[in-house]
């Protein structure tokens, strides 16, 4: 496979303004952080260079191989729970009629309420003395509470996520399984699969891209999630629920300590850039693994 | 203008001065070369000569934080372990 000579460059003006806006709004910000990254403040636009101490001390301190630890492990609980539930309930969608529509409608619901609302709707479902789950498991004699137990913090987080994000996986596998002709499972009848065989061998390598997307999507989201934790439980019980996101926040604007903050957000940013080069090289060699309908290379 | 709220240094700008420079012979290599070389390397997917510089480049970042972590401040032999890195992906990946 050869990539085509470039034939007419002037559609790179076109892009001009895209990037324009993206230094703006992305590069020099970057710059100033890489810069606050080296030295340390006291206010007054007063700075005073430390190398590369700052980023040996967030390195080596345990606070943020926790906050990294706590942030890996619920990226992988929310992949665990929201992926496979997602998928199931794409496939339980009914695919035409007006059925069709209404499932949609209601998935899409959701994902339509802004982060800090979705927190705040958790944060009162789960009070013990006013809240329907709160005060509910309590009627049932199960002892919860979020705001002084670990594990339940733990679970109201996961809940109030997967509640949140399952949609977004059902509408993405949703769209991969109606896009999938009809005599691949006419095909399939006749040949006597089975409901699981026709999942593995004809829904799944369909939708596999679309899940990709959705498995990017949702890990890039959870792993920077702050707005929810923070309304819901603030990084508590103790530092129980601080994922990377929220210690960052406290470090700048609660501590002020605006140099390490800078140190940690570069190092945030280049976890961040490794998953997405990792995603994206799997995308782009699934792309040029799957054979082309139009025939062979032009 | 007044940039002082970028809290310039003068490594920082030469750092940043670096990477642009770089990024510059990248496209005027690209220019007399088009298409990006693209190969399939130890990686066993294919990539373009862009594809190993931004590897290079990331690649680097994670070499000089393992450095400072477990070596210690001093980054100019972990620089060198970057240069060593870069070489070995362009030539190899």
Redesign the interface.
């Given at each position: 496979m050869s990539i085509q000579k470039a034939q007419n460059n002037k559609a790179w003006f076109m892009v001009l303004p895209v990037l324009i806006l993206v230094a703006i709004s992305a590069i020099i910000p970057l710059m100033t952080v890489v810069n606050y990254s080296v030295q340390d403040t006291f206010g007054n636009n007063e700075f005073f260079w430390v190398g590369t101490e700052w980023f040996q001390e967030i390195l080596s301190s345990e606070r943020f191989h926790n906050a990294l630890l706590r942030t890996l492990l619920f990226s992988g609980l929310i992949l665990a729970i929201e992926i496979p539930l997602g998928i199931l309930i794409a496939l339980a969608m009914p695919k035409r009629g007006w059925g069709a529509s209404v499932c949609l409608v209601l998935m899409a619901l959701p994902l339509l309420i802004p982060w800090n609302v979705v927190g705040t709707i958790w944060q009162v479902f789960g009070r013990v003395d006013i809240g329907l789950l709160g005060h509910g498991l309590a009627s049932l004699g199960i002892d919860y509470n979020y705001t002084q137990n670990n594990l339940d913090a733990w679970l109201t987080l996961i809940l109030m996520d997967v509640w949140h994000w399952t949609s977004l996986v059902v509408l993405l596998c949703y769209s991969g399984l109606v896009s999938i002709p009809e005599v691949y499972y006419q095909a399939a009848r006749i040949d006597g699969a089975t409901r699981w065989a026709v999942f593995r061998f004809i829904q799944l390598p369909k939708i596999k891209r679309v899940l990709l997307i959705a498995v990017l999507l949702r890990f890039m989201d959870s792993f920077m999630i702050y707005t929810e934790p923070f309304v819901v439980t603030g990084g508590g019980p103790g530092n129980i629920t601080t994922f990377l996101s929220i210690d960052l926040v406290q470090m700048a604007v609660g501590q002020f300590d605006l140099g390490p903050a800078a140190a940690m957000s570069l190092i945030y940013f280049l976890i961040i850039l490794l998953v997405c080069w990792v995603f994206y090289t799997v995308m782009t060699s699934y792309d040029n693994d799957e054979p082309t309908s139009g025939g062979g290379p032009q | 203008m007044d940039l002082?709220?970028?809290?310039?240094?003068q490594?920082?700008a030469i750092?940043?001065a670096v990477i642009a420079s770089l990024l510059l012979t990248m496209s005027i290599w690209e220019y007399f070369s088009?298409?990006?070389g693209?190969r399939l390397g130890i990686l066993r997917?294919?990539t373009?000569r862009g594809d190993r510089f931004?590897?290079s480049l990331?690649g680097s970042?994670?070499i000089c934080?393992a450095w400072?972590?477990l070596v210690?401040?001093n980054?100019w032999w972990g620089l060198a372990a970057c240069l060593v890195y870069t070489l070995l992906v362009f030539r190899f990946v």
């Amino acid at each position: 496979m050869s990539i085509q000579k470039a034939q007419n460059n002037k559609a790179w003006f076109m892009v001009l303004p895209v990037l324009i806006l993206v230094a703006i709004s992305a590069i020099i910000p970057l710059m100033t952080v890489v810069n606050y990254s080296v030295q340390d403040t006291f206010g007054n636009n007063e700075f005073f260079w430390v190398g590369t101490e700052w980023f040996q001390e967030i390195l080596s301190s345990e606070r943020f191989h926790n906050a990294l630890l706590r942030t890996l492990l619920f990226s992988g609980l929310i992949l665990a729970i929201e992926i496979p539930l997602g998928i199931l309930i794409a496939l339980a969608m009914p695919k035409r009629g007006w059925g069709a529509s209404v499932c949609l409608v209601l998935m899409a619901l959701p994902l339509l309420i802004p982060w800090n609302v979705v927190g705040t709707i958790w944060q009162v479902f789960g009070r013990v003395d006013i809240g329907l789950l709160g005060h509910g498991l309590a009627s049932l004699g199960i002892d919860y509470n979020y705001t002084q137990n670990n594990l339940d913090a733990w679970l109201t987080l996961i809940l109030m996520d997967v509640w949140h994000w399952t949609s977004l996986v059902v509408l993405l596998c949703y769209s991969g399984l109606v896009s999938i002709p009809e005599v691949y499972y006419q095909a399939a009848r006749i040949d006597g699969a089975t409901r699981w065989a026709v999942f593995r061998f004809i829904q799944l390598p369909k939708i596999k891209r679309v899940l990709l997307i959705a498995v990017l999507l949702r890990f890039m989201d959870s792993f920077m999630i702050y707005t929810e934790p923070f309304v819901v439980t603030g990084g508590g019980p103790g530092n129980i629920t601080t994922f990377l996101s929220i210690d960052l926040v406290q470090m700048a604007v609660g501590q002020f300590d605006l140099g390490p903050a800078a140190a940690m957000s570069l190092i945030y940013f280049l976890i961040i850039l490794l998953v997405c080069w990792v995603f994206y090289t799997v995308m782009t060699s699934y792309d040029n693994d799957e054979p082309t309908s139009g025939g062979g290379p032009q | 203008m007044d940039l002082s709220w970028m809290a310039w240094t003068q490594p920082t700008a030469i750092f940043f001065a670096v990477i642009a420079s770089l990024l510059l012979t990248m496209s005027i290599w690209e220019y007399f070369s088009p298409g990006g070389g693209p190969r399939l390397g130890i990686l066993r997917f294919e990539t373009t000569r862009g594809d190993r510089f931004f590897v290079s480049l990331l690649g680097s970042a994670f070499i000089c934080m393992a450095w400072l972590t477990l070596v210690g401040l001093n980054l100019w032999w972990g620089l060198a372990a970057c240069l060593v890195y870069t070489l070995l992906v362009f030539r190899f990946v």
